[in-house]
């Protein structure tokens, strides 16, 4: 319980924080049993209390309860206005368990139907991050290309496959057969034994070179992915020098159906730990993470735009003539993320002001969830909305805005 003093600074530091809507992590210490005389019954001291209130929603600060014998407690100082102003307590924010502190493991799960989104314990209890809430029912899966022996499928949609990638095709194994979702490419094989395909020349596409020497220094091929109707190609990063650390991102090339590089990216092919690589929304546009909490906005198979969840920004591609900023320096951390797609919004038309047609717009939205270990060990909840708006002449352009953020600390 906290001391009368302590109560009192939290409503100074209430009262003036209340109007910016700001949150206290109050961690009360455990009472500890009172010394007793000989045979009386000894009180088991509690455990540490921790709660998180919302400033604006506190109560007011009432006064400890008064030992026999002492003088009456002084009435509470009111937080705001005459007496107390302000809601009842907030429910209290649970806490995650890292099972892995190195490496940030904890065994929570970002749950979606599509619309919203809630993280669930192994126990069966979920939260949306502000109270409890029900585990959601996942969304139906889109349905994805599937490689047939003779040809390539989605739903009822099929394609025939060339007489050479057939013959590729019968000697993989089924788990190891990819398509893009335009059917023009396939991908056979998995790792640097992998195969990348075009359907309708029916030949075998060359993989980009490594590139050998310096900070950019390339090894093997260690995944091939699909990404909308392009593919990824992702190189293990060796940078010449000191040895990189284990969960160094791997460098990625994005290649089309002729085989030509659209644009290069960090991957997490590399990561030893699992969560999310490559977040498809749907039309051509996907977000691809790097493994330490950075990722790249692809649209139909060029980098658009690059962010960071660790330390919240995005940059539109068109800003940074290098390219993808990890690739030039990339951050000694290994972040456990996952994330889903929500519901999209169609969008529409824009107008001029006298009501000339200027184009249209539509947006997307993926919910995230983030792991750091260390002295601020915690999870990270929130959402990305990324708007898209197309020109009258077909240019093309972004945006991208965090619209919420909120952390689920640790146990």
């Known amino acids: 319980m906290l001391t009368e003093p302590a109560r009192l600074g939290c409503a100074l530091i209430a009262a003036v924080a209340a ?22 019954t000894t009180t088991t001291p509690s455990a540490p209390t921790e709660r998180m209130l919302w400033l604006r929603d506190a109560p007011s600060v009432q006064a400890a309860p008064a030992a026999a014998g002492s003088p009456p407690p002084r009435p509470a100082t009111p937080l705001a206005g005459p007496g107390s102003l302000l809601a009842p307590p907030t429910t209290a924010v649970p806490c995650v368990t890292f099972s892995d502190t190195y490496t940030a493991t904890e065994d929570t799960e970002l749950v979606s139907d599509g619309e919203a989104m ?35 499928c989605t739903a009822t949609r099929c394609d025939p496959i060339g007489p050479r990638a057939r013959a590729a095709v019968a000697h993989a194994d089924a788990d190891d057969l990819h398509a893009t979702a335009d059917h023009g490419m396939l991908v056979i094989g998995d790792g640097e034994h992998a195969q990348v395909w075009a359907r309708t020349a029916d030949r075998k596409l060359a993989l980009p ?59 997490s092919a590399t990561r030893r730990i699992a969560g999310t690589s490559i977040l498809d929304l749907g039309d051509g546009e996907l977000v691809v993470f790097d493994g330490g909490g950075a990722f790249s906005l692809v649209v139909h198979g060029k980098p658009r735009a690059f962010g960071d969840l660790t330390e919240w920004h995005a940059v539109p591609s068109a800003g940074l003539p290098a390219g993808d900023p990890v690739l030039s320096s990339f ?27 200027s184009g249209r717009y539509h947006t997307k939205t993926f919910g995230y969830k983030w792991c750091t270990a260390g002295s601020d060990a915690g999870c990270h909840v929130g959402e990305i909305e990324i708007g898209f708006q197309v020109g009258p002449g077909g240019e093309q352009s972004q945006w991208l805005r965090q619209t919420s953020d909120r952390m689920l600390p640790s146990c």
């Open 331 to 357: 951050k000694y951390q290994e972040i456990p993320l996952q994330a889903v797609a929500l519901k999209p919004d169609p969008g529409g038309e824009t107008t001029e002001i006298d009501g000339t047609p």
């Open 209 to 267: 070179a490594a590139h050998h020497g310096g900070y950019t220094n390339e090894d093997e091929v260690v995944a091939i992915d699909v990404l909308g109707d392009h593919v990824l190609v992702s190189r293990r990063w060796n940078p010449q020098g000191d040895p990189p650390p284990p969960w160094t991102p791997a460098r990625g090339a994005i290649l089309d159906v002729h085989g030509i590089v659209t644009g290069r990216i960090a991957t």
């Open 118 to 152: 809630v993280v669930c314990w192994k126990s069966g209890a979920c939260h949306d991050g502000s109270s409890p809430a029900q585990r959601l029912d996942p969304p139906p899966a889109s349905p994805v290309a599937r490689v047939e022996p003779t040809q390539i």
């Open 19 to 40: 109007p910016l809507g700001l949150m206290l992590w109050l961690r009360e210490p455990p009472v500890q049993a009172a010394p007793t005389a000989a045979g009386s």
